[in-house]
């Protein structure tokens, strides 16, 4: 029996049954890493023994009688953005190459305490800056759909190990887009929470106030499994909410969408979107009005500031947080001969470790923050920030949800975008308004565009801390098309080794 | 560049003074102001760290409450508004010292605003009027190796200790104080030194400025006398004591002075004071000024203390210093003098503290202030730091008023106390010290002193009753000061003149 194509409930019921130990399940997927990652690349980090070890315990737990989560025995591929103690930590820079953080991330702690099995740390965007997993200093992920495609990003890593079942679940984190977009331009389910509804402890930061971990799984259920899993209160994290998770599972479950009123959003659609990007979403709407919604449209005027506030915003969070990584305490250090001062090796150091992408972020939030320049950029970029929350606001008093197409277009070319750094950042126009408002949004596939046969992703957006909506959303929209499809999307893709053969 | 000082006098005829003070105020409390790493000063460098107080990638600050208590007591203390809602800000420049290159602080939003303090200075009363008081974190320290001025210039390499790193500081600053004249140097003094009552009194720090719990940056500036509109100002960082704030105010005066008397701009720098020679030299100008990139810290929510727990923090807060001062004056009938004496000696909590343990308050007052303060002075110790405690200082005074001791004996007892001898009581045992209140006991001693000293015998018979006292001497001489002097004295001109 292969464990390889099961979603990550099954796996757990088979661990629970004592059907399969967390071994197997664990020795399998590491199988199907060596198969297939050669291609992939989504991993950065993978330490067998180390894997084998915690499946070991898992299954010692699991004897000694220890109530284990509802995931226990399921491995994950972890994000390399959260620390772990027992690997390296290096979000695909250069800078923090080889570097084991002395402590866990909250995620870390608390998929571990839920008997989950971290097979290693995926590849992304150097700090989660980007859309592609094109800018990580130790090389570009390929999309398990067509290899010569991006894997989407800043989450590529973990969207390619999950499409390619090397892996059933990943974690990710959500910027503007991070895990949406990278579910949507490989088939999979990725959810932002609720800002604050999942612990950044332990999340190398890219922009504190936008950054959202969140899950990636094959099925809207899985995603609900392990966000309950990893989600809630964290006193180590103040910006984290102390209220109950939203019953995420349940809704998973539930997955109807009767009498539930839906909003499209105006303003997304149109020029500069594929046009088999809109066709499957037109669809996948009517197909919710088919279901029982009622489906309205809904005109959020400030969304089209929300790409340009998003550049300020985060450039500047990001250039004071990456001003730690000076090569003084950990990480990196480049020139320390003895003869330079400690500004010289910092400057070098930085020039050397960060990749073009992040110090063009730097640069432009240093500059957004300055004096004098303040008001006009971080100040304004702030205040279209509020109206872009009022515009949900106002939308959520007419609607349960909001929904519009995930990215503009499928997964494009590697190498396509990487010099334009403009176009990169429109993948992620549909996303952002939703980091900037901190409300939850869900990616659920809802077919294959028909120029390129590339998957497409529904983003169902719901109020704060109503997380529980996007997954009834997403979960009927999956039920419903998967009898249509006769089965999940990701069926539809090549199969990789015979590819690799 | 020298220039040359205006001695201060004359600089005070041509220009008029204007301070400003900011002063850095380390909180006691138990844990640092975003960790749970303690506080305690002196640890081995690089043992009171975790992640977040290292800044290591992911980790996060959690804000200490008992911080924000303290700095609330202290803006109350201090006359202050506290805000209703308020944040924390990203103060970004990059050095080694500051684990994340940015530190937590307040900008545009302090928590405590609009407040004053009153000092006094000969008898006048100053309200100094303060701008802000604020939260922040406290930074690593360096230790430049190498050099031979312990600076970063000429060191041969650096270290640091992170043991600082998130310790909670309060900054607070005044608003310009004008209009000091040449009083502006003990004003500036009068002010850090009722500030550090203050906070001392709130106990929220141990406010000791040679550990550095307690700094000020002194900012001077110079206007021609008449003028209104205000010099450019120079800021002396860290000065760390009271007396040196007092002294670098004034010398900053007189090398201004000579820097605008010889036609030439002030620049606006910060300075170092130098304890050795009195003066300060220049450090980094800031004409190039840092550019420190303030915004909101996104990792912490806004700071909005309930009005109910201000209030409740108002309503316990202990008796203030100049509230106390009042009362103490008042109750012990001292003058202005008296009581800045106790003050200045360090005396006020011992001698309450004695008098609340039952004994009355000009003994308390004469036994703190002459012989313990001496006693003090001589072995170059702080008062506090005596092995005399208000209770012995109390069995004494009541061995005195009960006519077993006289003074003389008492300061044996404390002699013996402060030897370690023990309890006074056990150091009265122990060195046999009473008063020879035994009339034939004494007549014995009186008859030998008399048979010994007969010209002096001779003159009281003949009615020079005065030139008792030296009989008297050799009396309490020959009983090692144990006779009552009054009864002595009795008994001789009884048996010279009777
Ligand atoms: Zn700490």
């Not at chain 1, 690349?41 to 499946?55: R, S």
């Not at chain 2, 202990?318 to 009938?333: C, G, I, T």
Request: glycine share 8%.
């Amino acid at each position: 029996m292969s464990t390889i194509k099961k979603t990550a409930a099954e796996l757990a019921e088979l661990f629970a049954s004592g059907e399969a130990s967390a071994e197997e399940i664990a020795r399998e997927h590491l199988g199907r890493i060596r198969a297939v990652d050669g291609d992939v690349k989504a991993f950065l980090h993978v330490d067998e023994d180390n894997v084998l070890a915690q499946a070991q315990a898992v299954d010692a737990r699991r004897a000694a009688g220890e109530r284990l989560g509802p995931l226990a025995g399921v491995p994950i591929a972890h994000k390399d953005v959260f620390t772990t103690k027992d690997m390296p930590t290096t979000c695909s820079s250069k800078i923090l190459e080889g570097w084991q953080p002395p402590y866990d991330a909250t995620i870390t702690a608390r998929l571990r305490e839920a008997g989950l099995v971290i097979l290693g740390k995926t590849n992304m965007d150097e700090f989660a800056m980007g859309s592609s997993t094109e800018n990580s200093a130790f090389g570009p992920t390929h999309n398990p759909w067509d290899l010569t495609k991006i894997p989407g990003g800043s989450s590529g890593g973990s969207s390619a190990a999950v499409a390619s079942y090397q892996a059933p679940l990943a974690t990710g984190t959500d910027t503007g887009g991070s895990i949406r977009q990278p579910a949507a331009v490989t088939g999979l389910v990725g959810m932002k929470p609720t800002y604050g509804g999942s612990s950044r402890y332990g999340v190398v930061a890219f922009a504190s106030s936008l950054d959202t971990p969140g899950p990636m799984a094959r099925t809207v259920l899985d995603a609900a499994l392990l966000h309950e899993a990893f989600s809630g209160h964290d006193p180590m994290d103040s910006t984290s909410i102390d209220r109950p998770v939203p019953p995420v599972v349940e809704a998973a479950r539930r997955a109807d969408v009767e009498g539930l009123r839906i909003g499209v959003v105006k303003e997304f659609g149109g020029d500069g979107y594929q046009p088999g990007v809109l066709a499957r979403f037109r669809e996948a709407v009517e197909l919710l009005e088919s279901l029982g919604a009622k489906v309205v449209e809904v005109s959020c005027p400030h969304f089209g500031h929300a790409l340009p506030a998003y550049y300020l915003i985060a450039p500047s969070e990001c250039s004071s947080n990456l001003a730690r990584f000076d090569a003084m305490r950990y990480g990196l250090r480049v020139g320390d001969d003895g003869t330079r001062s400690a500004e010289e090796v910092m400057a070098l150091t930085r020039a050397e470790g960060f990749g073009p992408e992040v110090k063009r972020r730097i640069m432009l939030g240093t500059y957004a923050l300055s004096s004098g320049y303040y008001d006009a950029y971080y100040g304004k970029a702030q205040q279209v920030r509020t109206l872009i929350a009022r515009d949900f606001d106002a939308a959520f008093e007419q609607v349960d949800v909001l929904v519009s197409p995930t990215t503009p277009t499928t997964a494009f070319p590697i190498g396509e975008r990487a010099d334009d750094p403009m176009a990169m950042y429109l993948a992620d126009l549909c996303t952002i308004p939703s980091n900037l408002a901190g409300n939850a949004a869900i990616s659920v596939p809802c077919g294959l565009a028909d120029e390129d046969r590339l998957p497409v992703g529904l983003q169902v957006m719901a109020p704060v801390l109503a997380d529980d909506r996007t997954y009834r959303v997403a979960a009927a929209v999956e039920r419903a098309l998967q009898d249509r499809w006769g089965g999940p999307l990701l069926a539809q893709a090549p199969d990789l080794t015979e590819a690799v053969k | 560049m020298t220039t040359t000082l205006v001695p201060y006098d004359e600089a005070l005829t041509r220009y008029e003074p204007v301070l400003g003070i900011e002063t850095h105020i380390e909180l006691g409390t138990k844990s640092k102001m975003f960790c749970g790493c303690s506080t305690e000063f002196g640890a081995p460098p690089n043992t009171q760290v975790c992640p977040v107080c290292l800044g290591l990638p992911g980790s996060l600050p959690v804000t200490n409450q008992a911080a924000i208590e303290g700095i609330i007591k202290i803006g109350l203390a201090l006359n202050c508004s506290i805000v209703e809602w308020c944040r924390f800000a990203r103060k970004n420049y990059f050095y080694p010292d500051m684990p994340k290159n940015f530190q937590i602080s307040q900008y545009d939003e302090p928590l405590c605003v609009d407040g004053h303090l009153d000092v006094e200075v000969d008898g006048e009363t100053y309200r100094i009027e303060i701008e802000r008081v604020h939260m922040e974190e406290d930074t690593g320290k360096s230790l430049h190796v190498g050099g031979a001025t312990g600076r970063i210039q000429g060191a041969d390499h650096s270290l640091v200790d992170y043991n600082r790193a998130g310790i909670p500081l309060v900054e607070i600053v005044t608003k310009p104080i004008v209009a000091t004249g040449d009083k502006a140097p003990l004003v500036a003094r009068a002010y850090a030194t009722e500030l550090r009552e203050l906070v001392r009194a709130l106990g929220v720090s141990d406010v000791r400025m040679e550990q550095g719990s307690m700094r000020c940056d002194v900012n001077v500036s110079l206007m021609p006398a008449g003028s209104s509109v205000w010099g450019t100002r120079s800021e002396t960082k860290n000065v760390n004591s009271l007396r040196s704030v007092e002294r670098s105010v004034r010398h900053e005066i007189e090398r201004q002075a000579g820097v605008l008397d010889a036609g030439e701009r002030v620049i606006q720098e910060t300075r170092h004071f130098h304890e050795d020679t009195g003066t300060t030299t220049s450090g980094r100008s800031k004409e190039e000024a840092q550019d420190y990139r303030y915004f909101p810290e996104p990792d912490l929510v806004p700071m909005a203390p309930p009005r109910e727990w201000v209030d409740e923090l108002l309503t316990d807060r202990p008796e203030l210093p100049a509230a106390r001062r009042a009362r103490v004056r008042a109750e012990w009938s001292l003058s202005d003098k008296e009581l800045q004496d106790i003050v200045n000696a360090g005396a006020l909590d011992l001698i309450e503290e004695t008098v609340r343990a039952g004994a009355e308050a000009s003994a308390a007052r004469k036994w703190w202030m002459n012989e313990l303060s001496r006693r003090a002075t001589e072995q170059g110790v702080e008062l506090t730091e005596l092995p005399v405690t208000p209770a012995d200082v109390v069995r004494v005074s009541a061995l005195v008023a009960e006519g077993a001791l006289n003074d003389k004996l008492a300061r044996q007892v404390f002699d013996g106390v402060l030897a370690g001898e023990g309890t006074p009581d056990e150091v009265v045992e122990k060195r046999g010290l009473k008063i020879v209140s035994d009339e034939g006991e004494l007549s014995t001693v009186i008859d030998e002193v008399i048979a010994g000293n007969p010209d002096i015998a001779e003159k009281i018979r003949g009615g020079k009753v005065a030139a008792a006292g030296a009989l008297v001497g050799a009396v309490m001489k020959a009983t090692r000061g144990q006779a009552d002097a009054g009864r002595a004295r009795e008994l001789i001109i009884q048996k010279l003149t009777g």
